[in-house]
Nanobody, 123 residues
Framework: QLQASGGGLVQAGGSLRLSCAAS????????MGWLRQAPGKEREFVAA????????YYVDSVKGRFTISRDNAKNTVYLQMNSLKPEDTAVYYC??????????????????WGQGTQVTVSS
């Protein structure tokens, strides 16, 4: 089970840190990702990280602003979001994929999902 938290309402230019805590099983050997879905839009890839944390991947629109990281001892993945923009408004989901490579960009490539946390950025 994956539990996402840390969302909220923030002004443009602000920061939020999302957390995704795993319980019931260890995800230390899984690749982990954050995906988001805005109203009326498809779920899109945001960032992903390999099982070791050695490789990270980002969608171009968040490069330089967002940072994904993980703490396998705590079974937790993070998404630090800086310089937030109104277009970042969405429900953010964490997800896990079995390969461990962390290079999965399509939602259907993920095996386990968290419940989502709302991020709203006001202009």
């Amino acid at each position: 089970q994956l539990q996402a938290s840390g969302g909220g309402l923030v002004q443009a230019g602000g920061s939020l840190r999302l957390s995704c805590a795993a319980s019931g099983r260890t995800f230390s050997n899984y690749g982990m990702g954050w995906l988001r879905q805005a109203p009326g839009k498809e779920r899109e890839f945001v960032a992903a990280i390999s099982w070791s944390g050695g490789s990270t991947y980002y969608v171009d629109s968040v490069k330089g602003r967002f940072t994904i990281s993980r703490d396998n001892a705590k079974n937790t993945v993070y998404l630090q979001m800086n310089s937030l923009k109104p277009e970042d408004t969405a429900v953010y989901y964490c997800a896990a994929e079995r390969s461990g490579y962390g290079n999965k960009r399509a939602w259907w490539q993920y095996d386990y999902w968290g419940q989502g946390t709302q991020v709203t950025v006001s202009s």
